[in-house]
């Protein structure tokens, strides 16, 4: 199986193709292209046409976004022009080429009053980064009649690049220096190991599965407690974590308390996905190499 993915130099797109090269034959593209990957700005319609075209894959990951949650609030138009038409090219090169498209999307379409979504539970994203993710989703369900919208939560784990902008590297490299942290012990999540997302994904799509998922670790824990466990697996003091409520963080862009995912579809499909200690502990032996 041919797969052609976007954002291939990113956190999750790095992962995809470490994980899946034995596996599936990969096509890596990036806006700044990379060595070894395509030159792809998924802004260019054009250029999305053209090297879809070219490589006529059988599916398309897409994992290209502005992730940034704060900054898409100031720069709207920018996350606008990369996570609603950015989608909508990749789409219309899919079903023009008929490629499966593999859609990356996000807990935060979800306004997290509750927790323990399903995939059929009714969206209602709080910032404007999750409210152009829900927008291209809808892209995806109208225009593509070949789809899989994946949608994970908080991801984390380690793809050789430590400059990496994650919550628990965030945490690792302030705990190695020895820093007091402040973090939140009331929103809560299900934290996703990246190499778990790309080995589902290697799954859904070998077995022609469709329609929405929640591709998501099997445990709700706040930040404080995500931070506390790595603490523990890592070595470092725990006292150096301070928990506060999220008032006190006063970030641009609100965020769900709970946006926890049910994943009772994707375990029909003998998916399982690691716990968060276990996933630390794979991500320690990476970090280790």
């Given at each position: ?13 790095t992962k ?9 034959e990969l096509v890596?593209t ?12 998924i802004?260019?319609?054009?250029e999305v046409?053209?090297?879809i075209?070219?490589?006529?894959p ?6 290209a976004a502005?992730?940034?949650?704060d ?5 709207k138009e ?21 490629s499966t498209?593999v ?12 927790g323990?979504?399903?995939e059929?539970?009714e969206?209602?994203p709080?910032?404007?980064y999750?409210k152009t993710?829900?927008?291209a989703?809808?892209?995806?369900r ?5 789809y899989?919208?994946?949608?994970p939560e ?20 302030n ?10 012990d009331?929103q809560?999540?299900?934290p ?7 080995e589902a994904i ?9 329609g ?27 006292n ?11 970030q641009?862009a609100?965020r769900?308390?709970?946006s ?5 579809k994707?375990?029909?499909?003998g ?6 200690e276990?996933g ?10």
């Amino acid at each position: 199986m041919k797969v052609l993915v976007t954002g291939a130099a990113g956190f999750l797109g790095t992962k995809i193709m470490q994980t899946l090269k034995n596996d599936l034959e990969l096509v890596g593209t990036d806006r700044q292209g990379k060595e070894g990957y395509q030159i792809m700005d998924i802004t260019d319609r054009n250029e999305v046409i053209s090297v879809i075209g070219k490589e006529k894959p059988d599916a398309v990951i897409h994992c290209a976004a502005m992730t940034d949650v704060d900054a898409s609030e100031t720069e709207k138009e920018k996350a606008r022009k990369i996570n609603v038409e950015g989608a909508s090219n990749v789409v219309d090169a899919c079903e023009q080429y008929g490629s499966t498209i593999v859609y990356i999307s996000t807990d935060f379409i979800f306004e997290g009053d509750r927790g323990g979504y399903k995939e059929e539970d009714e969206p209602n994203p709080l910032s404007y980064y999750a409210k152009t993710k829900l927008e291209a989703e809808n892209i995806v369900r109208q225009r593509s009649s070949d789809y899989l919208i994946i949608r994970p939560e908080v991801l984390y784990g380690y793809n050789g690049n430590r400059s990496e902008r994650s919550f628990t590297i965030w945490v690792y490299d302030n705990l190695k220096k020895g820093n007091h942290i402040n973090v939140v012990d009331d929103q809560y999540n299900t934290p996703t190991l990246i190499d778990d997302i790309a080995e589902a994904i290697s799954k859904l799509l070998k077995k022609d599965s469709k329609g929405i998922y929640h591709v998501a670790g099997p445990e709700r824990l706040s930040r404080y407690e995500m931070a506390v466990k790595l603490a523990e697996v890592f070595g470092f003091d725990k006292n150096l974590i301070k928990p506060i409520t999220s008032d006190k963080l006063k970030q641009k862009a609100k965020r769900p308390k709970d946006s926890s995912l049910d994943t009772e579809k994707l375990k029909k499909e003998g998916i399982n996905m690691h716990t968060f200690e276990q996933g630390l502990r794979i991500m320690k032996g990476q970090m280790s190499k």
